[in-house]
């Protein structure tokens, strides 16, 4: 899943320089991300659109728990 883990929060255009793949391949692989909730479109352009993958941040914005 093109390194959310890593980067969470993108353009299209980071997208299309970290996988070097071209633009309609981007917005095809989104665009299905997008179906499956896992990116959320975060802006209203129609290019260079910016997404988020909430349920990462929901994940990373817990307070820590300890198993004792």
Do not use: G
Not at 8 to 24: A, F, G, I
Not at 31 to 38: G, K, Y
Request: charged share 30%.
């Amino acid at each position: 899943m093109m390194r959310l883990f890593e980067q969470p929060y993108h353009t299209t255009t980071d997208v299309e320089e970290m996988l070097n793949v071209s633009e309609p391949t981007v917005y095809r692989a989104t665009h299905s991300l997008e179906e499956d909730a896992i990116l959320e479109n975060v802006t209203s352009k129609e290019s260079h659109r910016e997404y988020w993958a909430s349920e990462i941040f929901e994940i990373l914005e817990r307070p820590p728990t300890t198993h004792e």
